[in-house]
């Protein structure tokens, strides 16, 4: 299995710009997580999906963020408009109710300026 | 609310010494624990995920071990490496098993040749 896959490794916009960032869990898992790690605030949970269905957006820090997931194999994370206080990395990671824990992939490192 | 706790923030021991890292969470039921590595600018890379029901797991020179009751988790490394430096975090998943894991801030962890 190639594990979770997060595109792109690296972004760079201007703020005011929209920014996408997709993932892809691994396959059979039904849990998918959005995190945002950075120095200040440590690894914060933005949304996580059951089954393709949101269950806690609770993290997501405003309306500027949204996600979506329309299938068990892709999900999105969407800025618009961007601003540089957006600038981290954002994790993506999936999990099997089965319980065999997290796995997360590579990161997205976001930069706004 | 479960809090996950890390102490100490950063460690720093010299090569070849065995050393503990902590982790302490204050809801007891808990579905699983699951410890991650993070090299600096990397993603999270699982290291053992303990089961409720589990007391310890092991891998290579890593034992991680749970008391539910007085709620603490803790990873024992074996005669550390300097390729061990890396930051340890731990993560507590509720016993709804489809529920979101809490993680604390993490161990720095510095191993001096």
């Known amino acids: 299995d190639a594990g979770v896959i997060q595109s792109p490794r690296h972004e760079v916009t201007e703020m005011g710009q929209e920014v996408t960032l997709r993932c892809k869990p691994i396959?059979?898992?039904?849990?998918l997580f959005w995190y945002r790690q950075t120095m200040m605030r440590g690894l914060e949970l933005l949304i996580y999906?059951?089954?393709?269905?949101?269950?806690?957006d609770s993290g997501m820090p405003e309306d500027r963020f949204s996600a979506k997931m329309p299938n068990a194999s892709f999900s999105t994370l969407k800025i618009q408009p961007s601003e540089p206080r957006d600038s981290a990395v954002y994790f993506c990671?999936?999990?099997?109710?089965?319980?065999?824990?997290?796995?997360f992939g590579s990161g997205t490192r976001l930069t706004v300026v | 609310k479960q809090e996950v706790t890390q102490i100490p923030a950063a460690l720093s021991v010299p090569e070849g010494e065995n050393l503990v890292l902590n982790c302490s969470f204050t809801?007891?039921?808990?579905?699983?624990l699951q410890w991650f590595r993070q090299d600096p600018g990397k993603g999270l890379t699982s290291l053992l995920l303990?089961?409720?029901?589990?007391r310890e797991q092991t891998s290579g020179r890593l034992n991680a071990s749970l008391d539910k009751s007085s709620g603490r988790s803790t990873l024992y490394i074996a005669a550390s490496q300097p390729g061990d430096s890396a930051t340890y975090l731990c993560?507590?998943?509720?016993?709804?098993?489809?529920?979101?894991?809490?993680f604390g801030d993490g161990t720095t962890l510095t191993v001096k040749p």
């Open positions: 990671a999936s999990s099997a109710q089965s319980g065999l824990g997290y796995t």
């Open positions: 303990i089961q409720s029901s589990q």
């Open positions: 396959s059979g898992h039904n849990s």
């Open positions: 993560a507590v998943r509720p016993n709804t098993n489809a529920g979101k894991s809490t």
């Open positions: 809801d007891s039921a808990i579905y699983n």
């Open positions: 999906f059951n089954n393709n269905v949101p269950i806690d």
